[in-house]
């Protein structure tokens, strides 16, 4: 049963808030690959209180059950005025969906714009990918200036 689905659904004011829904594995056995792609994430920053803004790129191996997606954008949403270093959005948002949902495998990629002049990238995985999985690049570029 999912809370959001289907339902009117408040953004949550954090991300300790955020409930995800999770629903039964339509494939269970196989190994496939699910990407979930947020190219307008937004947190704080916990220093200046500025916001951040980050393209991130979750690929997921499923295990027993899939991550219900309004959950999860609700989820991502949730950090708008949550105030976090880079490094601690990225691997926090991978970490919780690993500890609720036990995927198989998991890789979270952060690409951050930047601010002060420097761009932050951060990625994280459970392990390596299961050897007969394809696995394709991001597809998110180095962060480059002008020229």
Not at 7 to 27: F, G, I
Not at 36 to 62: K, M, R
Not at 123 to 136: I, M, R, S
Request: glycine fraction near 10%; proline fraction near 11%; charged fraction near 20%.
């Amino acid at each position: 049963m999912t809370l959001h689905l289907g339902k009117t659904s408040p953004l949550p004011t954090t991300p300790e808030e955020a409930v995800l829904d999770y629903v039964p594995n339509p494939r269970i056995g196989r190994n496939y690959l699910v990407r979930f792609v947020s190219p307008e994430f937004t947190s704080l920053c916990p220093v200046t209180g500025q916001p951040d803004f980050a393209h991130i790129v979750i690929d997921y191996v499923p295990g027993e059950t899939i991550v219900e997606s309004k959950s999860l954008k609700l989820f991502l949403g949730s950090f708008r005025n949550h105030a976090a270093f880079h490094e601690d959005c990225t691997v926090g948002i991978g970490e919780r969906l690993v500890a609720e949902m036990k995927p198989l495998w998991l890789r979270i990629g952060g690409y951050w714009y930047p601010r002060g002049g420097i761009p932050i990238d951060v990625f994280w995985q459970t392990g390596a990918p299961p050897a007969d999985l394809w696995v394709p690049d991001q597809g998110v570029p180095s962060y480059r200036g002008r020229g």
